[in-house]
């Protein structure tokens, strides 16, 4: 990981970026897990941590007005595509305060003002939605770029290779972003995919396809900054294949016994918001007292964001009835 030069393109201020956004990713995952397992929160989560570096390399190349699709896995993505702390916390928490009036839960993120559109609890469901926003901003005319993210399993879904030859028919500005963590649920990818990288499939739908480590910072910007450019240029879609690995299994229940012997050791011996840091610190392009700074600040963002979420009202009791049912214009 990151043993090549840095490319002229990324730069120092784009890398410090990414370090932020991956921080406060981790620090936000850390500080939302801690408060379910002891009790002061309840909510199903699904924990991104060991998947930062996709994400925050992804969301540091994208504009305000482009576009992004997630999972119920999307913590990262919603950070990284900049979705305000205090709201998105709110939200976490089932709080009035929250991007969708605490009705939505960690499972249902939405927050068009930051581009990030829908985060599904269907696997693959994404997929068709992302294709969709694409073909709009088409249609408009204008170069918006649509992200959809998902995992390896989703690949298998049906609605992978329905997105994927409209969008390789149309041409359509959106870039498909597989997060490989190299486990469905608790099924290891060889088991249950019939190819042997995910970005092979892009040749079926006559679009590129690239394979990156999703854990180098470097690797993961050029390949999504080249296809971000393609998307944006009129020349269509890309699928991105981010080798990551996820540190809490599945599910925050989850004892990982399905994994190989070793293998979720060493995928965290090798975090990679550390060696981001202590890479950054090597090269010179940070020094401890940045660095330092970076992460109090976000420790700061975090508590204050988990403060207001604490501080707010529960949704009203009418709006268990509203936005489910068609309402009668006057």
Known sequence: ???TDIPAEIGRDELIRIFRKATRIKLCDEKFRSLVLAGQVSAQYYSPRGQEIVSASVGTLLRPDDYVVT????????????VPLRELWAEFMGKATGTCKGKGGPMHITHPESGLMVTTGI????????????????????????VVNFGDGASNIGAFHEACNLAGIWKLPVVFCCHNNLYAEHTAY???????????????YSFPGVRVDGNDPVAMYSAAREAIARARAGEGPTLLEAMTFRFHGHQMSDRNEYMKPGELDAARAADPVPRLRAWLLDRGIADEAVLAGIENEEKAAVEDAVAFAEQSPPPDLAEAVTDVYEEALV
Do not use: C, F, N
Not at 71 to 82: M, N
Not at 190 to 204: K, Y
């Open 1 to 3: 990981m990151l043993d």
């Open 71 to 82: 999972t119920y896995r999307g913590l990262h993505d919603q950070l990284a595509k900049g």
């Open 123 to 146: 696997v693959g469901g994404g997929l068709p939605i992302g294709a969709g926003l694409a073909l709009a901003a088409q249609l408009r005319g204008t170069d918006q770029v649509t």
């Open 190 to 204: 060889e088991d249950g995919t019939s190819v042997a990288r995910v970005a092979d499939r892009a040749a079926s």
